[in-house]
Nanobody, 125 residues
Framework: VQLVESGGGLVQAGGSLRLSCAAS????????IGWFRQAPGKEREGVSC????????YYADSVKGRFTISSDAAQNTVYLQMNSLKPEDTAVYYC???????????????????WGQGTQVTVSS
């Protein structure tokens, strides 16, 4: 399993970024792909995830209405469109994958087996 994130960077508050997670080495359609973030001194938290099996999505309350997750099966890539960014969104963002075997769709880091290397997102005020 290989997951490679890209698209991070420095943006002003109110701006937008789109993160990409390119996946390989597993049956993409049978997996849940999630986005997580970790700020300095804080625990890793789930941001959003998508089931490639049925298209269902999950968002943390802190990003609802601002972030949108999507999946392109032809490209084996999951995207996270982040709008109306806030300084508190600053973190290293990771994508992760797990088989779609858990009934309830949540972004609990403990459920995810495979992780990318992360991409830095910095939002300036």
């Amino acid at each position: 399993v290989q997951l490679v994130e890209s698209g991070g960077g420095l943006v002003q508050a109110g701006g937008s970024l789109r993160l990409s997670c390119a996946a390989s080495g597993f049956a993409f359609d049978d997996y849940v792909i999630g986005w997580f973030r970790q700020a300095p001194g804080k625990e890793r938290e789930g941001v959003s995830c998508i089931s490639n099996l049925d298209g269902h999505t999950y968002y943390a309350d802190s990003v609802k209405g601002r972030f949108t997750i999507s999946s392109d099966a032809a490209q084996n890539t999951v995207y996270l469109q982040m709008n109306s960014l806030k300084p508190e969104d600053t973190a290293v963002y990771y994508c992760a994958a797990r088989p779609d075997t858990i009934v309830i769709l949540t972004a609990d880091p403990a459920d995810f087996e495979s992780w990318g290397q992360g991409t830095q997102v910095t939002v300036s005020s």
